[in-house]
Structure formats: C-alpha cells, structure tokens
Nanobody
Framework: QVQLVESGGGSVQAGGSLRLSCAAS????????MGWFRQAAGKERERVAFIYPGEMRTYYAASVKDRFTISQDNAQNTVYLQMNSLKPEDTAMYYC????????????????WGPGPQVPVPS
C-alpha cells in the first residue's frame, strides 16, 4: 500500500518562500508520477505541479509556473515543491499525490493521497 508522508507546511508572509516535501513508500517510484494538488477553503481542488521520473516530465499549473519548482530525489523516494514569491491566493491545503501520469495529471484522480499540510499566506 502506498504511503505518502508530507512535511514543510506552515505560515509564510506574502512574497516569502516555503518548501514542501513528500516521501513515498510501498510502490515503484520509477513507474509513478508524484506531485501536489491544493484546495482552498470554499474552492475546488486544483492541480499544482507534478513530476514523472522516467522522462523527467513535469507539469505546472499556470497560476504557479515560474514561481514553484518541483524536484525529486529518487534515492529517497521523495519529491519537493519549492514555492517562491508566495501570494495570499496560494493559501490552501496542499496534498501530495501519487499514481500513473494519466490518472494524476490527465484525469485529476490520483489513487494515493497524503494528509495535506496547510499553507497559509496572510495578506
């Protein structure tokens, strides 16, 4: 069974930076995409960023492109989300996810979810 353990959430001032980590266990990392969804209060869940290790393929939502960077450490089965120039509208629960690219990115229905750290960005 896939387990996703997140760390790095917390409050940060607008314009600041924060890095989220997600460590995975229980599956073959090389076959699976990992990344983050987020959901703000009263809003729909949205894709944020994903990485597929086999081809170093990445996806970024338009709202975070050029501010967020996703990276990976295959030896540790861990992915990282470096978030820079944070804005109040980035405030959300950030959920680490894992699964096939087609499920995670295309369909938006990842089979595996982490519990999600809160990232508040006060205005």
């Amino acid at each position: 069974q896939v387990q996703l353990v997140e760390s790095g959430g917390g409050s940060v001032q607008a314009g600041g930076s924060l890095r989220l980590s997600c460590a995975a266990s229980g599956y073959t990392r090389s076959d699976n995409t990992m990344g983050w969804f987020r959901q703000a209060a009263g809003k729909e869940r949205e894709r944020v960023a994903f990485i597929y290790p086999g081809e170093m393929r990445t996806y970024y939502a338009a709202s975070v492109k050029d501010r967020f960077t996703i990276s990976q450490d295959n030896a540790q089965n861990t992915v990282y989300l470096q978030m820079n120039s944070l804005k109040p509208e980035d405030t959300a629960m950030y959920y680490c996810v894992a699964g096939r690219w087609s499920a995670v990115v295309v369909a938006g229905t990842p089979p595996s979810w982490g519990p999600g750290p809160q990232v508040p960005v006060p205005s």
